[in-house]
């Protein structure tokens, strides 16, 4: 028998070793008791205050009201972008990662001004030589 403490009262309670991950709540009441209770948070991302089940709220490590929030929240922690350096005219732009292998010139005028021969770009960027 392995000792766990009730997830709703607090109160020490004992399950046979095969439940010592799952038993969270001593008695049928407290679980019941804790499915039904309510928490209230902000938001992490615009700080509106939204109430959910205490069961939902303990499933995740971040909080947010809505699927936009979580959206918005992800695209912020997340770099997104690399810095690369033209061919043309050596200035450093940034470029989304899944573009960064495709891209080689930081702007039109320079992928105009430059005549880039793809062949000569792919010399450079991946070291092929062009017969």
Known sequence: ?????????????????????????????????????????????CGKLV???LSLYQKNKHHFCSIKCVGLWNSERT??????????CGKEYS?????????????????GNGKVNIEWVKTLVIGVAVA
């Open 51 to 53: 109430t959910r089940k």
């Open 79 to 88: 770099n997104t972008h690399v810095t690369k350096k033209c061919i043309i």
């Open 1 to 45: 028998m392995v000792k766990k403490i009730c997830l709703y009262c607090g109160s020490s309670f004992e399950v046979p070793n095969k439940r010592k991950d799952t038993a969270k709540y001593c008695c049928k009441s407290c679980y019941d008791k804790a499915q039904s209770k309510q928490v209230t948070y902000a938001c992490e991302w």
């Open 95 to 111: 470029v989304k990662r899944n573009e960064a292998e495709k891209s080689v010139t930081c702007s039109i005028e320079c992928q």
